[in-house]
Structures are given as structure tokens and as C-alpha cells.
């Protein structure tokens, strides 16, 4: 528990403990015969006295070291055992003192801490009982006698054997089931406060990946496992998609990586069990034990042997745990925590995860659904913004360079007018190749792997119209699998490559490429154009220090972490390849 808590903890107890005093106080009033020795009087004067000390130093400090309250939590287990050897019985009011230390107990630690309460109160019973059974006692009332001073007088009939054993059976039984009560109470706090803690780092403005990566994080350092897994799919894709997460110095680093063709089967494959803690059997080879659990609560059998050998096959692993999860209608998907550390009962940690899951899955819902909006919102802004350039700056100068043209071969006029009506003309015509060229970075925000073949054939033919320039476009017939964010970047690449051919190279012919090869995709434009201001071939590492290399795609190819190699023949044209991995993910967005 927090510093305050425990604090506020001793507090109550404090006020408890004056309470519970001056009651017996009272009620010794009423009913005298309770005491036999005025050394009770004295003893509950001091215990009074020494509530309103503790209650007086909690007030004046900010917190509860663990030696006050041992010292505290001492004294109280010792009170009531002195007491009862000078009150009639054990019985009366005194006795409940006994149910309080062990209370106190139960509210300051667990269940064993509360049973040792109870086992060291019946233990000092028990020792006074042997004590007045051998006379040690008779040398103290000698001594007290001497002196003029009330002797004990002691009640043998109450630490009679038989009734000291049924007494000792009450308090152990209390201390057991009062301890485990307030450790299952403080167990669910905990857990109340855990959850509360983790739905306060979702941050609607930093992502969905973020935010899992931050949840995942913590369930692993609460678990005690070091790596991750995160399989989710949304509704109406047969792709998923896969992330690993690992703690690297403390902080969760997410990498997604590409799931293969069998990814759906391996881990989002169909099952009962909605979470569940396998461990893998250290004699039978591809045999696991565990227990699952189902979505409405009960035991369930755990995932076939099958499936958990392929994930080993694949990550390795000597336990494992994973729990599904269902947010909305539109995604699902499942995490695997590897080689966590549970407790002694594996039931009770799957059901918090469980649980867990189930209130944090809105919150992370609600990111998802703030992160689709913003992309329609935004592709609708896009394409509102493009209709009036089209309809509007577009057309307006396209007619302007019309009437420039029309005016130019209409009307004689002089040479040197000539000329700059037809600079201006020019000028007018680059606009709206810039405008247009605009549009079409607008428009690519939205490519994912379906839509980046067709967005590249309509970027080369429409680059061919508007250019003069014959272009052509290849692509592989591999299916494409790669990131949104990595298309919208080679989108964007091919738009920045194509702009340069149109204004630097006067090329007469440009390829444009897709192509698959080992696991990877490369990005090829080539023209015959004037070339770069070298001679040569130049990898990404030269590239870095190059002054001549294309800054705008070198800093593109860098956030979607690709390689880029340039080839220049000057006079001749030149080669652009960029070469980008299947799982990589993209640096932003």
C-alpha cells in the first residue's frame, strides 16, 4: 500500500483502540465485578493513556514507519494478555481486546501475519496458565504484600485448561478468517488500483500503438515477463496484424513483424478458452499443462498441444500465458505474455488478467475509434480541399494559360513581348503541374497494400498525359504485404522521384518498378535522362554524407527504415532503388 494509506490506516486503529477503552471503561462502571485487582484499573488507565499518545503522534507525522507500528502492533498483543490475569474472566469485556489486535493485524498486513497475532496472544495465555498452575506467581504477591501494594489475585477457574484450549480454538479461528478476508479485500483494492492506474495512462493523442505498447508494458512488469506478443485483426480483413513487445531498461519497445501466411491459425486460432497459463512438460516432448479459462468464468481446457508447439516453434517459450480480447465489433485479437512469473494460485492471476482486460478493452476501443475517425475526418478534409483546387486555382489557371496562348497567336506584337508571354505561359502551366502534383500527395495519404498498385499505375499514366514523358509501370504478382504507413511513404517516394525526373532530368523515358524479392519489396524508378552530379552507384550508408543524393526521398526511405541506393550515369539517366522489408513498420503515423 501507499505511504498515506498505511498512514490513514493507523489512524483508524488509533481511534478504535481509545474507543474500544473507554467502552470497557464503562463497562466496568456498570459492572465492578469485572476487575479483581486494582492493578486492572491501572493497566486499562495506561492503555487509555496510550491510545491518546499514538492518536496524538499520528496527527503530528505524515506517515507510519514499519518500526512504530511493530512497536505499536506489540504492545497491543501484550495488553490484553496482562490484563486478563487480574479481571474475573476471560469472558468479559477484556476479551475483546483479543479480536482487536488480531483485527488490527488483519488491516495492517495478510493472513499470516494475522494468524501469528493470534498464535503469539494464545501463546502468552497459555504461558500465564503454567505460570499460576506452578505458584511462579505466589513470589510477586509476596513481594507486593511486603510492600503494601494490591496483590493479583488471579483467576484460576479462567485459565482452566479446557477452557483456556476452547478460547485458543476461538482466536486462531478468527485470526485465519479474519486474515484471509482482509487479504482478499486488500487483493482486490490492489487490483481496483491497478486498473484505475493503467486506464490513466491511455492518452487519446498518442496513438494506438503507443498506448498498447505503454498497457502491455505494464502487464508485463506486473506479471514478471519480458517479452510479448500482440495478434489483433479487425472485422472483415483476413490479414492480422502482429507486434512483439519487449522491456528494454524498463520501457516497452513494440516492433511489428510480419505474421505469415498462417499467422490467423497459429495465434488467433479458434478456442473456448479465453485466457489461459500453459507450462511446457520438461519430460514429454510437445506436451503442455495449465488451465484455461472461458469467457463466462469457468475452467476451461487449455489450447491443444498443436498450437502451443507452433508458437514455441516460433518464440520459445517454457510458459505462457494468454488472454483474448474483443473491443467493439470491428477488433479482436489475442496477447501472449511469455515466461511470466505467477503466483501460487495461476487461477486467481488469470482471472485478474482476465478482468483486467475486459476494463482497460473499452478505453483502448475508444483510441481505436478516435484514430479511424481522425483518418476519415481527415480524408474527407483532403478530399474536400482537393475538389476546390480542382474546381477553383486549377481551372482558373488553366484558363489563364489558355487566354495567354490565344493572345499570343492572335495578336502581333513585338519580340521581346513575345517572349515573356510565353515565360509567363510556361509559368502559368508549371503551376498547375505543382497543384496537381499537390493533389496527388493529398490523395496518397490513405494507401494501404490493396490500394498501392492501382495508386502507382494511375500516378505513372497520369505523370505520362501530363508530362509528354513515356512511363511505364511493373509490378510482381506477390501479393503485397506491407504496412499502411510504409505505402503511403513509397507513394510518396514515387510522386518526389517522378517531380524530379519532370523538372531536372528531360528524360525521354521513365520505369517504375515493384518487385518482390527475399522476403523484400524494392521500389525501382529509372529514367535516361541528364543523370545525378556523379558517376557511379552509391549505398545508403555513402548516401548519408552525400551532398548530391535526393534529400527528400533519402529522409522518407529513413522513417520507414528502407535501404536506398542511387546509380547515376551522367547523360545517360539514372537509378533510384529502395528496398523495404515485409514486417517493417513505418517511424510515425
Not at 504461558?127 to 499460576?132: M, N, P, Q, T, V
Not at 507450462?279 to 498443436?306: F, N
Not at 474527407?380 to 489558355?402: K, P, T
Amino acid at each position: 500500500m501507499a505511504p498515506e494509506d498505511v498512514h490513514r490506516i493507523e489512524r483508524w486503529l488509533a481511534t478504535a483502540r481509545v474507543f474500544l477503552a473507554m467502552s470497557t471503561l464503562v463497562a466496568v462502571w456498570i459492572d465492578p465485578a469485572e476487575v479483581r485487582s486494582p492493578w486492572a484499573s491501572l493497566l486499562l488507565a495506561f492503555y487509555i493513556t496510550h491510545g491518546a499518545a499514538i492518536i496524538f503522534l499520528l496527527r503530528s507525522w505524515t506517515e507510519s514507519s514499519l518500526r512504530f507500528r511493530v512497536i505499536v502492533h506489540g504492545v497491543d498483543v501484550v495488553w490484553p494478555a496482562l490484563i486478563s490475569l487480574v479481571s474475573s474472566n476471560q469472558s468479559n469485556s477484556f476479551f475483546l481486546f483479543f479480536f482487536f489486535v488480531i483485527a488490527a493485524a488483519a488491516y495492517r498486513w495478510g493472513v499470516w501475519e494475522t494468524v501469528t497475532t493470534a498464535v503469539s496472544s494464545v501463546s502468552l495465555l497459555w504461558i500465564e496458565s503454567f505460570a499460576l498452575r506452578f505458584n511462579a506467581l505466589a513470589s510477586v504477591d509476596r513481594w507486593m504484600t511486603a510492600h503494601n501494594l494490591p496483590v493479583i489475585q488471579s483467576d484460576l477457574i479462567a485459565f482452566d485448561p479446557k477452557r483456556l484450549f476452547m478460547s485458543s480454538v476461538y482466536l486462531i479461528v478468527i485470526g485465519l478468517l479474519m486474515g484471509y478476508l482482509a487479504e482478499q479485500q486488500k487483493k482486490l483494492r490492489a487490483e481496483r488500483v491497478e486498473a484505475g492506474r493503467m486506464l490513466a495512462m491511455i492518452r487519446m493523442d498518442t496513438g494506438l500503438a503507443f498506448n498498447l505498447s505503454l498497457i502491455i508494458g505494464e502487464t508485463m512488469r506486473l506479471y514478471g515477463s519480458k517479452r510479448a506478443l500482440l495478434a489483433s485483426r479487425e472485422s472483415g480483413s483476413p490479414k492480422i496484424s502482429l507486434a512483439t513487445v519487449e522491456l528494454r531498461r524498463e520501457l516497452p519497445q513494440l516492433e511489428w513483424i510480419d505474421a505469415g501466411p498462417g499467422g490467423a491459425e497459429t495465434y488467433l486460432f479458434n478456442s473456448s478458452v479465453a485466457c489461459f497459463y500453459v507450462r511446457k512438460d520438461q519430460h514429454r516432448a510437445g506436451e503442455y499443462s495449465g488451465i484455461g479459462i472461458s469467457a463466462d468464468g469457468m475452467i476451461a481446457d487449455i489450447p491443444d498441444d498443436a498450437v502451443l508447439q507452433e508458437i514455441s516453434a516460433h518464440h520459445g517459450f517454457n510458459r505462457l500465458v494468454g488472454v483474448s480480447f474483443s473491443s467493439g465489433p470491428d477488433l479482436s485479437g489475442r496477447i501472449f505474455f511469455f515466461d511470466p512469473e505467477l503466483g501460487a494460485n495461476p487461477e486467481e492471476d488469470l482471472r485478474f488478467l482476465q478482468d483486467l482486460v475486459r476494463q482497460i478493452g473499452p478505453a483502448v476501443y475508444n483510441v481505436y475509434l478516435v484514430r479511424r475517425l481522425r483518418k476519415r475526418a481527415g480524408a474527407l478534409e483532403r478530399a474536400r480541399l482537393i475538389r476546390e483546387l480542382h474546381d477553383g486555382a486549377v481551372q482558373s489557371l488553366i484558363g489563364v494559360e489558355m487566354q495567354m496562348d490565344v493572345l499570343r497567336r492572335t495578336y502581333t506584337v513585338a519580340a521581346p513581348l513575345a517572349v515573356e508571354l510565353e515565360r509567363i505561359q510556361k509559368l502559368l502551366r508549371e503551376e498547375v503541374l505543382k497543384l496537381r502534383e499537390l493533389m496527388q500527395e493529398m490523395k496518397s495519404a490513405d494507401i494501404d497494400s490493396r490500394k498501392l498498385p492501382g495508386f502507382l499505375h494511375d500516378t505513372v499514366d497520369r505523370f505520362q498525359r501530363e508530362t509528354g514523358i513515356r512511363t511505364r509501370f511493373v509490378m510482381d504478382d506477390q501479393e503485397l504485404v506491407l504496412p499502411q504507413p510504409v505505402c503511403r511513404e513509397l507513394a510518396r517516394i514515387t510522386q518526389e522521384a517522378l517531380v524530379n525526373v519532370r523538372k531536372h532530368s528531360g528524360a525521354a523515358h521513365v520505369l517504375v518498378q515493384l518487385l518482390e524479392s527475399k522476403g523484400s519489396w524494392e521500389l525501382i524508378i529509372e529514367d535516361d535522362g541528364a543523370g545525378f552530379p556523379f558517376n557511379g552507384r552509391l549505398s545508403h550508408r555513402e548516401l548519408e554524407t552525400s551532398p548530391h543524393a535526393p534529400a527528400v526521398i533519402r529522409e522518407r526511405v529513413r522513417l520507414i527504415e528502407g535501404h536506398l541506393t542511387v546509380e547515376s550515369r551522367p547523360g545517360r539517366g539514372s537509378r533510384v532503388e529502395v528496398r523495404v522489408a515485409q514486417n517493417r513498420q513505418a517511424a510515425h503515423g
